[in-house]
Nanobody, 123 residues
Framework: QVQLVESGGGLVQAGGSLSLSCATS????????MAWFRQAPGKEHEFLSVVTNGGTTYYTDSVKGRFTVARDNAKNTMYLQMNNLKPEDTAVYYC?????????????????WGQGTQVTVSS
């Protein structure tokens, strides 16, 4: 069993930056593909970024050039560096882990989810 805990959310002004962390426990992080999703009120989970167990990364168009995903397998931690934040980035951000070995963008390919961390971007 895998447990995920997100941290690093908060309130930031438009144009600013935040760095999120996803700490994992249980099976080694290196065996999982990891992804970031976010959910705004009344919306479905929106895919943001993924890094596979083999190191392949992929980003959705709305965050390309602004967000960067990374993983540190030795620390069992995944990160999301968010730059040039916009008010429309306001949401609860979730990390997820799955046994899929391709850079999947769909939530049902991920078996384990964190509790979420709130990111609020003011104008």
């Amino acid at each position: 069993q895998v447990q995920l805990v997100e941290s690093g959310g908060g309130l930031v002004q438009a144009g600013g930056s935040l760095s999120l962390s996803c700490a994992t426990s249980g099976r080694a992080l290196s065996t999982y593909t990891m992804a970031w999703f976010r959910q705004a009120p009344g919306k479905e989970h929106e895919f943001l970024s993924v890094v596979t167990n083999g190191g392949t990364t992929y980003y959705t168009d709305s965050v390309k050039g602004r967000f960067t995903v990374a993983r540190d397998n030795a620390k069992n931690t995944m990160y999301l560096q968010m730059n040039n934040l916009k008010p429309e980035d306001t949401a609860v951000y979730y990390c997820a882990a799955g046994t899929v070995s391709v850079p999947s963008t769909v939530s049902w390919n991920y078996q384990y989810w964190g509790q979420g961390t709130q990111v609020t971007v003011s104008s």
